[in-house]
Structures are given as structure tokens and as C-alpha cells.
């Protein structure tokens, strides 16, 4: 995948732009016909003008490929454990039926509460409580704001991290970086009636220096028990 993001429309745009700022330096050099040194004077900032554009998406491509190069999943450790509490999403019952966990633990639909799911006796056992009971979270590690799960890490580049951490020790033991770039403000002019959501990555864009491990960051850190039995 490129670091850049513009297309033929994005081109055609750019250049429309960069016609009209000749266009008015032109007319501004008339205005000024007498005036012997005008385009030492317009000259730089009509190339500047006409340059911004382009510095724009290769500032936010350069940006972006230095981002996704610390990108994707790593682990730092593995626990062994019999369920977790996710709190990224109501996630509980399909973990329990796909993984094998005795229990898991996600948001309830009760403001501030928690959701503690069990099977007991083939039976869906769900209990509302105040405080998750699980030693291991799944998380969102920026969260500045209840429904923002990402922080800024320049001009339209978005970073978003989950990480797994053991609440008793503050230990971290993994997290997945994830990087989102938004288009250029030429190419938002279109992209934003179409598809404004960008691009991103979880890994290097150098395919040679990929991680090797991708995927949901709890199924690499997180192990059910009965996986070891």
C-alpha cells in the first residue's frame, strides 16, 4: 500500500488551484506594471501558493509511512486465564461459544454497569455489576473523550491503540497500534461526498519489515485454560 493518497481528480483539482493563483498573480503583476521589481515580490508567494498543495499530501504521506512503521500487534507476555473483561465492545457471549472461556465480561446496556456472562447448565447466565471482577482488560489505550478512541498525531493522521493490560500490576502485556491518515485538503473537496474515511494501517507499508503477527491483539496475549488442558 502507498503512503499517498491522491487521485486523478485530486490532480485535476490541484491544478485548477494552481491556474487560478497564476491567474490572479498576473493580474496583480498588470495592476503593478510599473513597478520594475513587482515579481520579486509576487513571485515567491505565488510559488508557494502553487507548492502547497503538494507539500500538504507529501508532508501528510511522509508522516503517515513513519507512523505505520511502529504500527501492528506485539506481545510482551501470555496469560493463561479462565475469561477477561473487553471493554472496547459486548463481545462476551461470542467469545464464551467461539474461544472457550468460562467467563467473560463486557459493557452492559445499564449505563456504568457491567456485564458478567457465564454458561451454567447450558444455560446463558448474564449478571449485571458494578465494577468488572476480571484481572485482565482488554481496552482502548487513548480514549480522551466516551465515544473517541483516538488521538491526533498530526496534520489528519489519527492514531488508535488497544492494549491488554493485568490490573493488579499495571502491566502491560500487549498492545495493536493502529494508524488512519485522512486525504489532503484538495482531495477532500471530492472524497468527502464519496468515501471521507481515509486510509490506514497496522503494520509497516514496506512489506519486507511486516509483522508477522496480525489479527484481534487479545487472541495472541489471551489464552483460554481449557486450550492448555
Partial sequence: MSAFQITPFGFII???YSFGIWVIALVFSRIFASFRKRWWILGPPTLAMI?????????????????????GVKVYRQVEVDGFYDSTMRSGYSLI?????????????????????????GEWVTKTIDQPSARYHFKHSYQPKP???????????????????????????????????????????????????????????????????????????IIPKKVFD
Avoid at 98 to 120: L, R, W, Y
Avoid at 183 to 195: G, K, N, Q, T, V
Fill in 147 to 221: 465515544f473517541q478512541n483516538w488521538v491526533s498525531i498530526g496534520w489528519r493522521i489519527d492514531k488508535i491503540q488497544y492494549e491488554v493490560i493485568d490490573t493488579e500490576t499495571d502491566e502491560v502485556l500487549g498492545v495493536d497500534v493502529r494508524i488512519k491518515r485522512y486525504p489532503s485538503f484538495a482531495e477532500s473537496l471530492w472524497l468527502r461526498f464519496f468515501d471521507p474515511r481515509g486510509v490506514g494501517c497496522s503494520g509497516p507499508l514496506d512489506t519486507s519489515k511486516k509483522h508477522s503477527q496480525t489479527g484481534i491483539l487479545y487472541d495472541h496475549v
Fill in 51 to 71: 507548492a502547497l498543495p503538494w507539500g500538504e499530501e507529501i508532508w501528510i504521506a511522509s508522516r503517515f509511512k513513519e507512523a505505520c512503521s511502529d504500527a
Fill in 14 to 16: 490541484i491544478g485548477i
Fill in 97 to 121: 461459544r467461539e474461544k472457550g472461556f468460562a467467563f467473560m465480561e463486557h459493557p452492559s446496556n445499564k449505563k456504568g454497569k457491567v456485564d458478567h456472562i457465564e454458561i451454567e447448565h
